[in-house]
């Protein structure tokens, strides 16, 4: 959801050389060694002569480049070239052998730039389905906090909806099981930590919203979000197979809107007795704009002013932290719960969650 190429310009020298750096750190410090490298590679390119129009847009990007997710950008399409198969001298680097990636990568920047510099018009779309182990979480935290257990989810930056389809999976979250037994997809993740509270919960309804949405079901749109998808992370590649399945047999419930409108017109709805409406994100609200946040803030806000013990409202985000190279957990939630309250530490994918809320009281 971000905006590409507006904003001031932070120069090569300045936000995008520091972007790429940052970048490359939090690859390595997330298990992620093969997409450090293709990100490191690409960054040396920047300043170098005859580099191609696909560099010198990146050296002249217009905006926030660490928060629009440029080096992400830039190296989705390069995967997207080798997962397409038209470039197999990227096949080593991909593998994790070695290779001049300088001149391998340098040479696809140059030839390959018509390609390849759509990549760079919209944000990353980083769709992971891991992380909707998150959210089940923070909800068993607010059921046990006394709010209906019934919920009404509403996320942002949806991208294809894989989260929207969390209703259809199942959880394993410290030895608390949640979701059906015939789940499309099962999540262990590592568990840190003393258990979330155990609770039944159920889902009224799911419903998302992304600027830019993504048919599963279409083959070219289901192969972009695989090249968001780092290849060091196998099991991404499956949880992406077995979502487009799911999408299949049944699509989830996604509208081409940008966050802000859709909060405020979801927020306008009537809202059923006894749930729990739930705005959710992860991974996304970097690329809202300034303007936006401060509408769904304010949005969410009054709505929580509004909120009842019957008809609660909570906001569950699993964003990065970038002085961390990591993600956390947080939730606020109506009436009782304005100050925002960070329940875990986060894995990007859901790989493990380092949970800091309680226990069932």
């Known amino acids: 959801m971000a905006q590409a190429d507006s904003g001031d310009s932070n120069g090569f020298e300045g936000g995008v050389a520091q972007a790429y750096a940052n970048q490359v750190a939090y690859c390595e410090a997330n298990g992620a060694p093969v997409t450090a490298r293709v990100v490191a590679a690409i960054a040396r390119q920047l300043g170098r002569p005859g580099a191609g129009p696909f560099i010198e847009r990146i050296a002249a990007w217009q905006g926030q480049a660490l928060a629009d997710g440029l080096p992400l950008r830039s190296a989705a399409a390069v995967h997207g070239l080798h997962l397409s ?11 994790g052998r070695k290779a001049d990636d300088d001149v391998v990568i340098g040479a696809l920047c140059r030839t ?3 390609r390849m510099l759509p990549w760079l018009d919209g944000p990353p779309q980083t769709n992971e389905a891991g992380r909707s182990s998150n959210f089940v979480a923070a909800m068993l935290w607010l059921a046990d906090r006394g709010l209906p257990p019934r919920f009404a989810c509403r996320e ?3 991208s294809a909806g894989i989260n929207l389809m969390i209703d259809r999976y199942r959880y394993d979250l410290g030895g608390v099981a949640v979701g059906p ?8 993740p590592e568990w ?18 992304d ?11 289901a192969l972009r979000l695989k090249s968001y998808i780092w290849p060091e992370h196998h099991v991404r590649f499956e949880r992406l197979e077995a979502a487009i399945a799911a999408a299949g047999c049944r699509r989830p419930d996604l509208a081409a809107m940008n966050a802000a409108d859709f909060v405020e017109a979801e927020l306008a709805m009537p809202q059923e007795a006894g749930t729990t ?30 909120a009842t013990a019957d008809r609660a409202l909570a906001w569950i985000a699993v964003e990065a932290d970038r002085s961390l190279l990591g993600h956390r957990l947080t939730v606020r939630y109506w009436p009782g719960g304005e100050a925002v309250v960070e329940l875990a530490a986060a894995h990007a994918h859901g790989a493990w969650i380092e949970w800091r809320g309680t226990a069932a009281r």
């Open 112 to 114: 390959r730039a018509a």
């Open 211 to 221: 600027v830019a949405p993504v048919d599963l079901t279409d083959p070219d749109q």
């Open 85 to 95: 198969g038209t470039a197999p001298e990227l096949a080593p680097i991909y593998a």
């Open 181 to 188: 037994r015939d789940a499309a997809m099962a999540f262990t």
């Open 156 to 158: 942002i930056g949806s």
């Open 192 to 209: 840190r930590g003393p258990p979330p509270p155990s609770h039944p919960i159920t889902f009224e309804s799911l419903r998302g919203c």
């Open 277 to 306: 409406r739930v705005l959710m994100h992860s991974i996304v609200w970097q690329y809202v704009p300034a303007d936006e946040q401060e509408r769904v803030t304010r949005a969410m806000e009054a709505a929580g002013a509004a």
